[in-house]
């Protein structure tokens, strides 16, 4: 089934590539709204035969009911109005995803046009292939949000947990898979990977984001062929946009002090600046389980960015960014004092120093006679510099990677066929030290693509893509990708999507709480040209999902349901069943993941939303010893949120979650007291917030998360004995610390 999906793909590039130029990462949209005007008795009626255009071969015209609907490139950013009461009218088009309302006075020209819509926290347009959940920033301020690993608490789509009971780092999961499975971009380019795939999450600060775009299952070729649970794309706030201070502190009761400071500087109506600073410090020792090991690491983060905007008349744009990281966290047992060395202290301690710098580019240039054609180049480079010590476990690393991404986009006889062309290639050397072994890595990827986006109609469209990569390790990739979407009705939408990943495990940074153990490290080599001796991973994804929006009592609502499937061709598993190993191996087929769920939105009463979600995630792993559920992942998930805002500007919000048992790896030949039940109890958390809005300037909000202080017990496995055989504290099923009381203020100018 695999290979004649594959060569119908590569059948499809080869027939179309002759007629088409490069593309830039846009979609083709259809624009739907109604146009009314005023009548007697202050009531309205539909402006019938109005005449909707973007050029003299693109239009359409309003029906008896004022309705329109109309396909447009997603890089115009408006459409024309025409009729003999409106004479001609241009209307900018701020969010193309939502059905336009515009209410025109009689007889009068262009002036007190009213929009009206009801937005929201998480929207998810009808109109394209690919279902993507946009989190905006009214979702993202619904909780403290301190970074982007904890920018998904209010998300039923994506689990966030502990890695260990020690570091105090945070990873997340998407349709059951860990987050190294999610593509992280920043601005559709590559953000958190390799040696910062896990602690890269917590280096851009939430008050940065502006909004979060989140898919599941394979996502553009375009991308690159990683990706195979989805993307999770971040949006900074953008200078050209944005007020011109915005400051954000935080301080909870656990001793986490935080200050992020934003400004913009407008230089001109082309070129504008933003500056970035963010200073963290957790400053206050806790043991709220007490079992003599710090909850959190003691440590400080500092972080500064600046990026350029420039967009020019003639359709030319210039971004620049640079940002540099330094984190320094020290933890472990309650006497261990940082200035000592850990392995050498008789207090076992954990001391980890990351130094990292970022550095990006976008140039593109829109035709303006030719809207729908434009060319893009993305440029990046990254140095990440490590020194860590977990008792008596040394973890160095260092790694420098260099990105470039060519993307030219061009229509084929009509605006209903897009096609996109381009070409890439990305770079990565990586040398860790774990203890006295060095592992080099030396990754050089060149590669091709194409992405053909047709409309059928306003009911059906696809994205069939295909990318042809050589790596210099693994040889060819091919990855062939498909989204199709059918709308029977404008208000329900079913979507179906089938592609190919393939991936390089990072084993270390992946799997960084097995430096929290006293396991023994075995990497079983089969390939000798490979990462670590170990082959590539290769996977399928395939999914359906539909998505209906509806009104009941007048008030709007959402429902979405999805499913997919993940087979995996080649893995690299982790297998952590022996008590004293941790072994990392290939195996080939009979992994899979099942990911089904469903969550509806609605706005019960004004501004009163609720949120309602069920998940079930079925991943199998096929052990050498057998296929077993993936361990310290949960089966059932249960997730439901409150949100209502007062007219006096008073905000609260309300996130509890249950979750099922999860089953944890054997600890049978451990000593009785060493030993941890088969699978975990299913547990409740409690978090919520409340906000109040003086001004349009200043913002007050006082939350609690894991208000229950339901908490993992024991966290650590023979936390009395660190430097024994069955020391562990990689194990976490649950929350790994208590109730979490904090306060903090926004305000802006």
Request: glycine residues 6%; positive net charge; contains cysteine.
């Amino acid at each position: 089934m695999s290979k004649v999906f594959k060569n119908t793909l590569f059948f499809l590039f080869i027939l179309l590539s002759h007629k088409v130029i490069f593309a830039q990462q846009t979609n083709f949209i259809l624009i739907k709204g109604t146009i009314l005007e005023k009548a007697k008795n202050n009531t309205e009626e539909p402006l019938r035969y109005a005449k909707i255009s973007i050029d003299k071969t693109t239009y359409t015209y309003t029906d008896l009911d004022g309705k329109f609907s109309l396909s447009i490139p997603d890089t115009i950013q408006y459409i024309i109005v025409e009729h003999q009461h409106v004479q001609r009218d241009t209307i900018q088009l701020a969010d193309k995803t939502k059905e336009l309302q515009i209410v025109y006075p009689l007889y009068v020209k262009m002036k007190d046009i009213t929009i009206r819509e009801r937005k929201f926290s998480t929207e998810i347009s009808l109109l394209t292939p690919q279902k993507v959940e946009n989190i905006n920033e009214r979702e993202l301020l619904r909780a403290a949000c301190c970074n982007l690993s904890e920018s998904f608490e209010t998300t039923p789509s994506v689990d966030v947990s502990f890695t260990d009971a020690i570091t105090g780092y945070k990873q997340i999961q998407l349709l059951g898979l860990a987050g190294p499975y999610a593509l992280i971009t920043r601005e559709n380019m590559p953000d958190i990977k390799g040696l910062g795939v896990v602690t890269g999450l917590s280096f851009t600060p939430g008050q940065w984001i502006e909004s979060i775009q989140l898919s599941k299952g394979t996502g553009s070729v375009v991308n690159g062929f990683e990706g195979l649970a989805g993307q999770i794309n971040v949006e900074w706030r953008k200078p050209s946009e944005h007020n011109n201070w915005n400051l954000n502190i935080y301080q909870s009761a656990q001793g986490r002090s935080e200050l992020n400071v934003y400004k913009t500087i407008k230089l001109n109506n082309e070129l504008s600046t933003g500056l970035f600073f963010h200073a963290k410090s957790n400053w206050k020792k806790m043991d709220q389980n007490n079992d003599l090991f710090m909850d959190s690491p003691l440590g400080n983060t500092w972080i500064a960015a600046n990026r350029w905007m420039y967009f020019g008349k003639k359709g030319k744009e210039i971004q620049l960014g640079v940002k540099y990281t330094s984190n320094a966290n020290w933890g472990g047992q309650w006497a261990y004092d940082n200035k000592e060395i850990p392995q050498k202290a008789s207090p076992w301690g954990m001391n980890m120093n990351i130094q990292r710098l970022d550095a990006w580019s976008k140039i593109g240039k829109v035709f303006v006679k030719k809207p729908w054609k434009s060319m893009g180049l993305q440029l990046a480079i990254s140095n990440h510099e490590q020194q860590a010590a977990f008792g008596r476990k040394t973890y160095n690393a260092s790694e420098q990677t260099a990105y470039a991404n060519y993307i030219f986009q061009t229509i084929v006889k009509h605006t209903g066929n897009v096609l996109k062309l381009g070409s890439s290639f990305s770079y990565t050397q990586r040398n860790e030290k774990v203890n006295a072994v060095l592992y080099p890595i030396q990754e050089l990827v060149p590669g091709i693509f194409s992405e053909y986006t047709h409309t059928f109609s306003s009911k059906l469209n696809m994205i069939a893509g295909l990318r042809i990569d050589w790596h210099q390790l693994y040889g060819l990739y091919i990855t062939p990708r498909l989204h199709v979407r059918y709308a029977p009705k404008e208000s329900f939408a079913l979507r179906a999507s089938i592609g190919k990943s393939y991936r390089t495990a990072s084993i270390f940074a992946e799997n960084i709480g097995y430096f929290s153990t006293n396991r023994n490290l075995q990497i079983e080599s089969v390939y000798a040209h490979g990462a670590y001796g170990l082959k590539n991973e290769e996977a399928i994804n395939a999914g359906i999902n539909a998505t209906y929006k509806f009104k009941l009592n007048y008030r709007n609502g959402i429902f979405n349901a999805d499913y997919y499937y993940t087979y995996f061709i080649q893995q690299v598993v982790a297998d952590w069943e022996n008590t004293n190993q941790l072994r990392f191996y290939n195996i080939a087929k009979n992994s899979n993941a099942h990911s089904f769920q469903c969550q509806i939105d609605y706005e019960l009463i004004r501004k009163f939303d609720i949120r309602l979600a069920y998940r079930m995630n079925k991943v199998h792993v096929a052990y050498q010893s057998g296929k077993k559920q993936n361990p310290l992942n949960a089966l059932h998930r249960y997730f439901s949120t409150l949100s209502y805002t007062t007219r006096s500007k008073w905000t609260g919000d309300v996130t509890v979650v249950y979750t099922g048992k999860k089953r944890i790896p054997s600890t049978s030949s451990n000593p009785i007291a060493y030993q941890l039940p088969s699978y975990s109890p299913s547990f409740l958390t409690l978090n919520a917030q409340i906000g109040k809005t003086f001004s349009k300037q200043l913002e007050f909000y006082l939350g609690a998360e894991n208000i229950t202080n339901y908490m993992q017990r024991p966290a650590i496995v023979a936390s009395q004995d660190p430097f024994g055989n069955y020391f562990d504290s990689s194990l976490i099923w649950g929350p790994a610390m208590g109730r979490n009381i904090y306060v903090g203020m926004r305000w802006k100018q």
